[in-house]
């Protein structure tokens, strides 16, 4: 039932409208990372009516903020933060144009609500494999906001970077489909 | 009076915290393995078997586990005959932990709770450790530590229940609490189960439940047997790992209970992610 995809970004309506919560996906090219602090400032952004660091139109953010690289390394390790606190601001950049995020953990009804009218997946990564997917980003660089540390906007590059399909534009959510499978009551 | 040097404590913490990060403890790992094999999920064990390989090139490339390397909790026995020279031992340890976040790449996660600026000036580098201090007998300085991530903190909770909640009613208490967790705090959990105490009591027992070795078996059989019966109920949730389904959602369940005012039952349920960094040294 699950299929596998290698997509590069940015994504398109067509491409996302394709993937089905269970699939598998693989992800190259650039992706831009953002947490609790960088999130609050580019809704305040766009609150102000000016422009976004990066362009948001097809654009995939990643919740992430690595631990800073060894020398000779472009990053640390980087898995996926808790995503639902980031759940008041995404609405927001989905309706924008963002086409994909990347964390970890349930979204709220907002979220899965603008994924479905806009078109915008909601990927999962493993938490705690941060070893393992730092190892897929082959360069970053900070583009906003250096004093937020481990907060700040960073454009990666990745490649084969591994993340399931969370919530898919049609309103499903692997969390429940899965759990449901398992849970005895 | 046995004197030990204030630069022996800054080093072992150091050395400590660089290990942890990129080393899950046997104790851990084995669980883990345990967990990949009883798996009937075929998606949660394809996960199970990614963190097992993200064990296996954060311990050969020396990287860290996970990005989240934690605050810094300790649990410290000072021995009573010991003296520390050349300085406090509080400063010891939260001047080891600095130097072992930086020193070993590891990410910064303090900051303000309002502004949540993370600099130097207002928090240091992952500074303040969290210490728990208690004084024995003898001549030694034993530490436990504990890397604590934020996403298995964030869905733990305490409250205080009224004597007639009983036993059931910590069973449901943890129940709930890790129901509506679900993929949040990146199971395969430990579970540590504060009761009993006062408030903050059975906070900092919970806390303390984590440290123990999974595997180890309560030394009290009445809690050995309620460790059993709650592990099992968290089992049938169906969380699975990384909430993706599946039958292995807790690794254990620790408990520790303490008497308590005859008005009161205070429980409190402390979560540990699948990547239980904890270590033991005696100085």
Same mark, same amino acid.
């Given at each position: 039932?699950?299929?596998?995809?290698?997509?590069?970004?940015?994504?398109?309506?067509?491409?996302?409208?394709?993937?089905?919560?269970?699939?598998?996906?693989?992800?190259?090219?650039?992706?831009?990372?953002?947490?609790?602090?960088?999130?609050?400032?580019?809704?305040?952004?766009?609150?102000?009516?000016?422009?976004?660091?990066?362009?948001?139109?097809?654009?995939?953010?990643?919740?992430?903020?690595?631990?800073?690289?060894?020398?000779?390394?472009?990053?640390?390790?980087?898995?996926?933060?808790?995503?639902?606190?980031?759940?008041?601001?995404?609405?927001?950049?989905?309706?924008?144009?963002?086409?994909?995020?990347?964390?970890?953990?349930?979204?709220?009804?907002?979220?899965?609500?603008?994924?479905?009218?806009?078109?915008?997946?909601?990927?999962?990564?493993?938490?705690?494999?941060?070893?393992?997917?730092?190892?897929?980003?082959?360069?970053?660089?900070?583009?906003?906001?250096?004093?937020?540390?481990?907060?700040?906007?960073?454009?990666?590059?990745?490649?084969?970077?591994?993340?399931?399909?969370?919530?898919?534009?049609?309103?499903?959510?692997?969390?429940?489909?899965?759990?449901?499978?398992?849970?005895?009551? | 009076?046995?004197?030990?040097?204030?630069?022996?404590?800054?080093?072992?913490?150091?050395?400590?915290?660089?290990?942890?990060?990129?080393?899950?403890?046997?104790?851990?790992?084995?669980?883990?393995?345990?967990?990949?094999?009883?798996?009937?999920?075929?998606?949660?064990?394809?996960?199970?078997?990614?963190?097992?390989?993200?064990?296996?090139?954060?311990?050969?490339?020396?990287?860290?586990?996970?990005?989240?390397?934690?605050?810094?909790?300790?649990?410290?026995?000072?021995?009573?005959?010991?003296?520390?020279?050349?300085?406090?031992?509080?400063?010891?340890?939260?001047?080891?932990?600095?130097?072992?976040?930086?020193?070993?790449?590891?990410?910064?996660?303090?900051?303000?709770?309002?502004?949540?600026?993370?600099?130097?000036?207002?928090?240091?580098?992952?500074?303040?450790?969290?210490?728990?201090?208690?004084?024995?007998?003898?001549?030694?300085?034993?530490?436990?530590? =504990? =890397?604590?991530?934020?996403?298995?903190?964030?869905?733990?909770?305490?409250?205080?229940?009224?004597?007639?909640?009983?036993?059931?009613?910590?069973?449901?208490?943890?129940?709930?609490?890790?129901?509506?967790?679900?993929?949040?705090?990146?199971?395969?959990?430990?579970?540590?189960?504060?009761?009993?105490?006062?408030?903050?009591? =059975?906070?900092?027992?919970?806390?303390?439940?984590?440290?123990?070795?999974?595997?180890?078996?309560?030394?009290?059989?009445?809690?050995?047997?309620?460790?059993?019966?709650?592990?099992?109920?968290?089992?049938?949730?169906?969380?699975?790992?990384?909430?993706?389904?599946?039958?292995?959602?807790?690794?254990?369940?620790?408990?520790?209970?303490?008497?308590?005012?005859?008005?009161?039952?205070?429980?409190?349920?402390?979560?540990?992610?699948?990547?239980?960094?904890?270590?033991?040294?005696?100085?």
């Amino acid at each position: 039932m699950s299929t596998t995809y290698h997509l590069t970004t940015p994504l398109s309506d067509e491409t996302v409208s394709k993937l089905k919560s269970g699939d598998i996906v693989y992800l190259n090219g650039t992706i831009f990372t953002a947490r609790d602090a960088a999130h609050k400032r580019l809704v305040d952004l766009l609150d102000e009516g000016k422009e976004l660091p990066f362009d948001i139109k097809g654009a995939v953010i990643y919740f992430v903020g690595p631990t800073p690289p060894k020398p000779g390394d472009p990053i640390g390790s980087a898995g996926p933060t808790t995503s639902y606190r980031m759940d008041s601001y995404s609405p927001r950049l989905i309706a924008e144009g963002l086409k994909g995020m990347i964390g970890k953990g349930k979204r709220n009804k907002d979220v899965t609500d603008a994924c479905e009218k806009y078109k915008a997946i909601y990927f999962g990564a493993t938490g705690g494999a941060g070893a393992l997917l730092g190892k897929q980003i082959k360069s970053a660089e900070i583009i906003a906001y250096p004093e937020l540390g481990p907060e700040a906007v960073r454009k990666l590059e990745v490649v084969d970077f591994p993340v399931t399909v969370v919530n898919d534009t049609y309103g499903e959510d692997l969390y429940k489909i899965g759990r449901a499978q398992y849970e005895v009551k | 009076m046995r004197e030990i040097a204030y630069e022996e404590i800054v080093k072992n913490v150091r050395d400590i915290i660089v290990y942890s990060a990129s080393n899950l403890p046997e104790d851990a790992l084995n669980a883990m393995k345990e967990a990949y094999e009883n798996e009937k999920s075929p998606v949660s064990k394809e996960v199970l078997k990614q963190l097992l390989e993200n064990a296996d090139i954060a311990s050969s490339e020396a990287r860290p586990l996970c990005q989240d390397t934690g605050l810094a909790v300790f649990f410290v026995k000072l021995g009573a005959d010991v003296k520390v020279v050349g300085g406090l031992l509080k400063d010891a340890i939260n001047e080891g932990t600095e130097k072992g976040y930086v020193e070993g790449y590891l990410r910064a996660s303090t900051c303000h709770p309002f502004t949540r600026a993370n600099n130097k000036d207002t928090v240091g580098y992952n500074l303040p450790a969290i210490i728990h201090l208690d004084i024995v007998e003898g001549d030694k300085i034993d530490i436990e530590y =504990a =890397a604590k991530g934020g996403g298995s903190e964030n869905v733990s909770r305490a409250r205080v229940f009224p004597p007639a909640a009983g036993k059931q009613g910590v069973i449901d208490y943890v129940k709930e609490c890790i129901s509506d967790a679900g993929p949040n705090p990146c199971p395969p959990l430990t579970v540590g189960v504060g009761i009993g105490g006062t408030f903050e009591k =059975a906070a900092i027992s919970s806390k303390h439940a984590l440290f123990r070795n999974i595997g180890s078996v309560n030394e009290d059989p009445e809690m050995a047997e309620l460790e059993d019966v709650i592990k099992t109920e968290l089992n049938k949730l169906g969380i699975g790992t990384m909430g993706m389904g599946g039958t292995e959602t807790v690794l254990a369940v620790h408990i520790e209970a303490n008497p308590c005012h005859i008005a009161s039952l205070p429980v409190s349920v402390n979560v540990q992610c699948h990547s239980s960094r904890h270590t033991h040294i005696t100085i």
